[in-house]
């Protein structure tokens, strides 16, 4: 018997929820069958009898790799740990097991398997075995490892409430919640720190601060004095930013959920009208609360909400507006409870921002939110909440004031529902999207965080190019593992986080977080990474991939492609609901789910159609510029995929259609995918498309644009199947002229020459293909192509290397460009 490979899965993989270590055990064919020879199971009980309690079901094991198991499980069990999974399943290659265990701390659950290597040996050979010893060396790593009482309790605390946790140290230093809501904790210790109460008041920043260690939402602020400090300013906090007099109060020249440098200057000439000084703060989204805290009671609480008008389908905004305004509680100025709404320029703003002016006519039902800040006195009304607020809030909102030692204090919370504990409604979570499937996942991952971050949440993003918070790249490479999933999750500006959760990753180490809010299935496709890691067929590759509908939260949705069959089934997993997307309106998937209540997405002519219990939401296909007004079917998928997982994040429509329109697939936004260049008169396009499923995507899209002719620019990756290499051009001889191929730059195990022979034999036969070229060199081969370009046809580069494939075509297409107008 021999463990080739131990694994630690740190977090939900596709055997369990737990974290567990996974072995590749390799056994001979003796001793495939020696464990249930007469007398071995015997003495192996012998020597740890607590082999009578196996998990699962199991009893005799049946080889030496079930005994590995059973044995690792057992010891960690004699030894106190908290665990109840073990596994062992033969793989396709006859004598080759994965053997899997859960753990409590990872070191123990190393050092279970390999004295459980010794004790099976000691059975076989009938030899002895210290098993108290053994036990005493697992204990003693335990209680170096755990976390110590106080902080176990507080984790388990959190756990129980849904709060995720992260351990920093081996010590008892722990993070609770992700990104922008994360807490720390050692021992009993929080990462609140007291001061004497004058110190505090006269030092805002540090009042600020010692609140949002008390778990209350404060934004960060910047004194300024410029415009171009204030510019400055709003790109350190990233994301939305609020503009306000630094002294100022009533909300006089506030503008908040500002997103660009238009906005940042009309906002900062509202504000100069009050106060020379300005002050800019990090903007945090949710509903308005005023809580009042006298004498470390709560007293009262109130619901602010900012100035808005609900269309009729017949008055205009302003004409709405006017009708507000005829309420006798409003007046200018105090004199009355509420305050007149204005149609002022921060209204303009915020309507023009909308697609919508002062004469817009609202559709029936439609909520026309006027001005982000809720202040009575620029028209926001007020609501009693104070029977409302739950027992954990106010609890909350006395200890921000103790914190800051006022007796009297006015705490500004920040949730979506004041009855709730904070921690069920994301007080300590933010929210988490995975994407995963064989196609799709990047461009659908970046379109998600581009509508997340219309609304203003700072977004932090993980894919296949690298790992990005509020839009700049802070690590390159194929990010789309857990190790990046959890470093987004650590960093203290994320309010939502989108995660490209790819098979290997999976695989490798599990998911990098215990719940997400959100799961996307683009699709599961034929000869994809088939063969690689015991991953033999797609059904298995779907088993996989399904590990992230598995870990959707209860109060959570799994997106499912219904045009996939093994994408749609996974719905029976999902501990949530579901948002089902298919071309079709027709598919029966989406018919019986939409007629069973459930949410469905689909094409109708040139819309795209949201549909829930007799109520739509309808986009035009023109609007959605990834799909070039329809015209490519995949990016429609990937869009509906995407609008999808907005819809179950609950995102305004309004933000979601304004960042469909914006989200256009160039090299700078989603590079690599369906990029489309014009040179001297032809059309380029270039993709990252590597597998049959995706190729067929694109000979699709393809034939739907004209060209006088059709070339293409291919290679392979060399861990891929002979005969999916060989399928891959297959398709190509059909759709086009001519192909190049070209070795690309990493063979992964393939000798020289070997991808291009076998994509040269996938032409074979081709009825369209009158020309095929095989060049050395990514760069040389697109340069071929370029060159023998003529006005009028279309060229398909498939890029290896992606960014400088892209920077050599554009500094190509340039340098045309240049010598044409010369």
């Not at 659908?444 to 918070?469: K, N, P, S």
Request: glycine share 10%; charged share 25%.
């Amino acid at each position: 018997m021999q463990v080739e490979r131990i694994r630690a899965l740190r977090g939900p993989n596709r055997w369990t929820r737990a974290r567990a270590i996974e072995a590749i055990v390799r056994c001979d064919e003796p001793e495939r069958e020696q464990a249930a020879t007469p007398g071995f199971a015997e003495r192996l009980r012998q020597r740890c009898p607590d082999l009578v309690r196996l998990p699962n079901g199991a009893g005799t094991p049946r080889s030496m790799a079930h005994a590995l198991g059973a044995a690792a499980f057992a010891l960690q069990s004699r030894a106190g740990c908290p665990i109840s999974f073990a596994r062992t399943v033969e793989t396709s290659e006859a004598g080759v097991y994965q053997v899997v265990v859960e753990y409590s701390e990872e070191a123990v659950g190393r050092l279970a398997f390999e004295l459980a290597e010794a004790l099976v040996d000691a059975a076989r050979g009938d030899a002895p075995f210290d098993m108290a010893a053994a036990v005493a060396r697992l204990r003693a790593i335990d209680e170096d490892e755990r976390l110590g009482p106080s902080t176990g309790e507080i984790v388990q605390a959190a756990r129980t409430r849904g709060i995720p946790y992260r351990r920093l140290t081996t010590g008892s230093l722990v993070q609770l919640g992700w990104g922008s809501r994360q807490r720390r904790i050692q021992a009993a210790e929080i990462d609140a720190t007291s001061a004497i109460a004058e110190q505090i008041a006269q030092d805002k920043e540090l009042t600020k601060q010692l609140l949002s260690d008390s778990g209350i939402p404060v934004p960060d602020g910047v004194p300024v004095e410029t415009i171009e400090d204030a510019w400055a300013a709003m790109q350190r906090l990233g994301g939305a930013v609020v503009v306000k007099p630094r002294d100022g109060n009533q909300g006089k020249g506030v503008t908040v959920n500002v997103r660009t440098r238009e906005q940042l200057e009309a906002a900062w000439a509202g504000a100069r009208e009050y106060e020379r000084d300005i002050l800019v703060e990090r903007y945090i989204p949710g509903s308005d609360f005023r809580l009042l805290v006298v004498g470390g009671q709560l007293v009262a609480a109130a619901r602010r909400d900012p100035p808005a008008v609900l269309g009729d389908g017949v008055h205009t905004i302003r004409e709405l507006v006017d009708e507000i305004n005829r309420d006798p509680r409003r007046s200018e100025g105090h004199a009355t409870a509420l305050t007149r709404v204005t149609l002022d320029a921060v209204a303009g703003a915020r309507l023009a921002g909308l697609g919508l002016s002062p004469e817009s006519v609202p559709a029936p039902g439609v909520r026309v939110v006027l001005r982000h800040n809720a202040n009575l006195s620029t028209g926001g009304s007020a609501t009693d909440v104070t029977d409302d607020v739950h027992p954990e809030v106010a609890a909350r909102a006395i200890e921000a004031a103790r914190t800051v030692g006022l007796d009297i204090c006015g705490v500004d919370v920040v949730c979506e529902n004041i009855s709730r504990p904070l921690e069920e409604q994301g007080g300590g979570i933010v929210e988490v999207v995975a994407v995963t499937g064989t196609n799709g996942k990047t461009t659908t991952v970046r379109l998600i965080a581009q509508l997340l971050a219309e609304t203003g949440a700072r977004v932090g993003m993980t894919t296949t190019d690298g790992v990005y918070v509020n839009g700049r790249r802070i690590d390159d490479g194929d990010c789309s593992g857990p190790k990046s999933a959890r470093n987004v999750l650590l960093h203290p500006h994320v309010d939502a986080a989108v995660f490209e959760t790819a098979r290997g990753g999976l695989l490798r180490e599990g998911l990098g977080f215990d719940r997400c809010r959100v799961a996307v299935v683009t699709n599961i496709g034929e000869g994809d990474h088939l063969g690689m890691n015991h991953i033999d067929d797609v059904d298995t590759l779907a088993e996989v991939k399904r590990v992230v509908v598995q870990n959707v939260s209860i109060d959570g949705f799994a997106v499912l492609n219904a045009d996939d069959e093994r994408v749609a089934a996974m719905a029976q997993s999902c501990p949530g609901s579901v948002v089902f997307f298919a071309r079709e309106a027709t598919n029966p998937v989406i018919a019986a789910h939409r007629a069973q209540g459930g949410r469905v997405v689909h094409v109708d002519g040139d819309e795209i159609v949201c549909a829930h219990r007799g109520t739509e939401q309808r986009i035009a296909l023109r609007e959605v510029a990834l799909t070039r007004g329809g015209t490519i079917g995949f990016q429609v998928q990937n869009a509906m995929a995407a609008i999808g997982a907005a819809w179950a994040l609950d995102l305004d429509w309004n933000a979601v259609r304004a960042a469909l329109r914006r989200f256009v697939p160039d090299a700078r936004t989603a590079p690599g995918r369906f990029n489309v260049f014009e040179h001297a008169g032809a059309t380029v396009i270039a993709d990252y498309g590597h597998n049959v499923d995706a190729i067929a995507a694109l000979v699709q899209a393809v034939e739907s644009m004209p060209a006088t002719r059709r070339s293409i620019v291919i290679s392979g990756a060399g861990d891929r199947r002979d005969e999916d290499l060989r399928a891959q051009t297959r398709l190509l001889g059909e759709a086009f002229d001519e192909v190049i191929l070209y070795e690309d730059q990493c063979q992964r195990g393939r000798a020289d020459g070997e991808v291009v022979a076998l994509l040269r034999e996938g032409l074979e036969g081709a009825r369209r293909t009158s020309a095929v070229r095989a060049i050395r060199g990514e760069f040389v081969a697109i340069d071929a192509a370029l060159d023998a370009l003529a006005p009028g046809e279309l060229c398909v580069i498939l890029v290896d290397q992606v960014e400088a494939a892209l920077a050599h075509i554009e500094q190509r297409i340039a340098r045309a460009a240049a010598v044409s107008t010369t």
